[in-house]
C-alpha cells in the first residue's frame, strides 16, 4: 500500500515535486486563478495529491509530440538539445528548481517544447502564456535567452525566441518566496497577479497578407503616395538648407521654416489668405 504524506509533510527523493517550485509552478503563482494557487500551496505542504492528468488529453499530447518537437527544432535550427529532462536547482535558492525539456546546445538558451490548440492561436499569446515558466527557468539555469517552440493542432510549427528580463524576474522571485514561506508556515498564500512583459518576438516567418482587404487598402494608399513621399523628403532636406543660419524664422511661397532654440528646423503650410496677402 502506497504510503501518503501527512499533513506538513513531503515524500522523500529528487523528483518529488513537493520539494521545490518548478517552472510549471511558477505560471500558477504569478497568475490570477486563486483556486489553482491555493491547491499548489496544498500540494506542496502534502495535504493534497498532486492533480492526475492522464485523462487530460492535450497534456498528453504535448508529452507525447515532445520528442518529434525537440526533432522538428533541431532540423530547422542546425542545433542540437541537450540536458533533455533534466532535473536543476538553483545555485543558491535551494527550494527553487526546474525540470527541462533541454538547453540549446549552441547558444545555452533554454529549450521549451509545448503543444497547443489552433484555436485562436496568436503567438504573442503564447509567449504570455509560459512566460512565467520561461523566466522562471533561465533565472534557475542563469542563461538569458529562451526558445519556446510549440506544435499546434493544425499541423504548424512556430519558433519563439524570449529574452530574460530582469524586473519580471525580479517579481518573479519575490512572488515564489512569499509562496514558499508560505508552503513552510502555513499560511495560506494570496494572489500576486504580476502583469507579464509585453514579449519580443522575433521574426522567424513569411506572412502572405493577400486576403486582408485593410492591408489591401493601405497597401495601394502607399504605393499611390510613395513617389510624392520621396520628393516631399528631397524637397524637405533641401529647404532645411536654404534656411539662414541666423535666420529664427523663414517665409515665402506658401511655407514658414521656424528654427528652435536647439537649431532644428520645422516647416509649417500656411492659410491660404496669408499666402494671397504675401504676394499682394
Known amino acids: 500500500m502506497r504510503h501518503r504524506p501527512g499533513k506538513g509533510q513531503r515524500s ?17 503563482i504569478m497568475g490570477a486563478d486563486e483556486q489553482a494557487l491555493l491547491r499548489l500551496w496544498q500540494e506542496k505542504r502534502g495535504e493534497v495529491e498532486p492533480r492526475d492528468l492522464s485523462g487530460s488529453l492535450v497534456v498528453q499530447l504535448g508529452h507525447a509530440t515532445e520528442p518529434l518537437n525537440r526533432l522538428w527544432f533541431e532540423r530547422h535550427a542546425g542545433t542540437m538539445v541537450t540536458s533533455v529532462q533534466k532535473h536543476v536547482r538553483h545555485p543558491a535558492l535551494s527550494w527553487m528548481g526546474a525540470t527541462l525539456d533541454g538547453i540549446v546546445r549552441s547558444t545555452g538558451a533554454v529549450f521549451e517544447a509545448k503543444f ?4 485562436s492561436f496568436s503567438e504573442e499569446a503564447a509567449a504570455e502564456k509560459h512566460m512565467a515558466q520561461l523566466q522562471h527557468n533561465m533565472w534557475v539555469t542563469t542563461s538569458r535567452t529562451a ?10 510549427w512556430v519558433k519563439l525566441s524570449i529574452n530574460a528580463d530582469p524586473l519580471y524576474q525580479h517579481l518573479l522571485i519575490t512572488a515564489e518566496k512569499k509562496f514558499w514561506r508560505c ?5 495560506p498564500p ?7 512583459p509585453q514579449p519580443r ?9 493577400s486576403a486582408s482587404n485593410a492591408w489591401a487598402e493601405f497597401a495601394g494608399a502607399f504605393r499611390r503616395t510613395h513617389e510624392a513621399f520621396c520628393e516631399h523628403d528631397v ?3 533641401e529647404l532645411k538648407k536654404l534656411v539662414p543660419l ?4 523663414a517665409v515665402g511661397h506658401g511655407l514658414r521654416a521656424k528654427r528652435s532654440k536647439s537649431g532644428a528646423v520645422s516647416f509649417e503650410l500656411l492659410a491660404t489668405e496669408t499666402v494671397d496677402a504675401q504676394q499682394q
Open 235 to 237: 524637397a524637405r532636406a
Open 246 to 249: 541666423d535666420a529664427k524664422e
Open 12 to 28: 522523500s527523493g529528487p523528483l518529488d515535486r513537493r520539494g521545490f517550485i518548478g517552472g510549471s509552478d511558477a505560471r500558477i
Open 183 to 187: 508552503v513552510q508556515s502555513g499560511e
Open 116 to 119: 497547443m490548440l489552433p484555436w
Open 147 to 156: 526558445v519556446l517552440s510549440i506544435i499546434t493542432g493544425g499541423g504548424k
Open 190 to 196: 494570496l494572489v500576486f497577479e504580476v502583469e507579464p
Open 201 to 209: 518576438l522575433s521574426a522567424v516567418r513569411i506572412v502572405d497578407m
